[in-house]
């Protein structure tokens, strides 16, 4: 008897694998993007070219300017590439920031209870109601523009969506058999959270992670075109669809179009990879 072996689909058949392998895709490339951008100022690339290069205005897309230039003559394709690099920028580093500051405090909001807790729950509630937007252009007024206060602006919207998953998972986790008998054991409070929360409620960081950093870009590119988000010299899509506005006026599509592309091509992805995470970590959503 001979046994015939089993081929499998190179492309994943489940809905959570399908999502995660073309999320994680996309996100895959425009990270690869990101760090590879410096590399191409050696062909050409070059976002600010204006002090030792005369390219031409509003140039449709060509062989010498892929995706053409805008009204500063500056090349669309590289600004669009470098805006790359401090798209991912600006949204790591404000999601890092949110996690770290909006997973311990859920953490002990939700352990300890009492007067912090309310305390935590009425400004973190407070916040969460205000719009995401709304709320990072307040802040960039006050911190000024810049990638570090970009990245600020950004994570104030979201320290609240963390600090609420992670309080929720808490209270519901605080009386169950297990934490009773570590505190009876005379585990101290930094290490029931530590070893005994923190890892229970780590599986739903991920997708909020994924989610969050969706937004970011949308976020970012809101404050980009009302002119608060990275200073002029730094490539950011929109910064960039806020500059072409007056080209859409006389056919000028190119330097709206490549950006927006970009810019709507790694939420999706990064919002697949969101879902899949989703997907997979929680069983009970499997079909």
């Not at 669009?80 to 311990?104: C, D, K, N, Y």
């Not at 709304?134 to 006050?142: G, M, S, Y």
């Not at 320290?159 to 009386?175: A, D, E, F, G, M």
């Not at 029931?192 to 949308?218: G, Q």
């Amino acid at each position: 008897m001979t046994l015939v072996p089993i081929r499998r689909p190179w492309f994943p058949t489940q809905l959570s694998d399908q999502l995660l392998w073309i999320g994680g895709l996309i996100c895959g490339i425009f990270v690869f993007v990101a760090f590879t951008a410096p590399l191409g100022q050696a062909l050409g690339w070059i976002p600010n070219p204006q002090d030792f290069l005369d390219f031409p205005i509003h140039a449709p897309p060509s062989a010498q300017h892929w995706f053409g230039t805008n009204r500063q003559g500056y090349d669309v394709f590289s600004r669009t590439l470098f805006g790359t690099q401090a798209a991912l920028q600006v949204v790591v580093v404000a999601t890092l920031f949110s996690l770290i500051l909006g997973v311990p405090l859920g953490l002990l909001s939700g352990y300890c209870g009492g007067w912090l807790d309310r305390a935590l729950l009425f400004f973190m509630d407070t916040v969460y109601t205000l719009p995401g937007l709304l709320l990072a252009v307040t802040v960039a007024f006050v911190v000024g523009k810049g990638v570090v206060n970009a990245a600020v602006a950004l994570s104030v919207a979201y320290i609240p969506q963390y600090y609420r998953v992670v309080r929720n998972h808490t209270v519901s986790l605080k009386n169950e058999v297990f934490i009773e008998a570590a505190r009876a054991m005379g585990a101290s409070t930094p290490r029931i959270l530590r070893r005994y929360l923190l890892i229970n409620v780590l599986p739903s960081i991920p997708v909020l992670f994924t989610l969050n950093a969706a937004d970011a870009i949308l976020t970012l590119a809101g404050l980009g075109f009302l002119g608060l988000g990275l200073p002029p010299e730094v490539p950011e899509w929109g910064q960039d669809l806020r500059q072409a506005l007056d080209g859409l006026s006389v056919g000028v599509w190119w330097t709206t179009l490549f950006p927006g592309l970009a810019m709507t091509t790694l939420v999706v992805g990064l919002s697949l990879l969101g879902e899949g995470l989703g997907e997979r970590l929680d069983p009970r959503r499997l079909r």
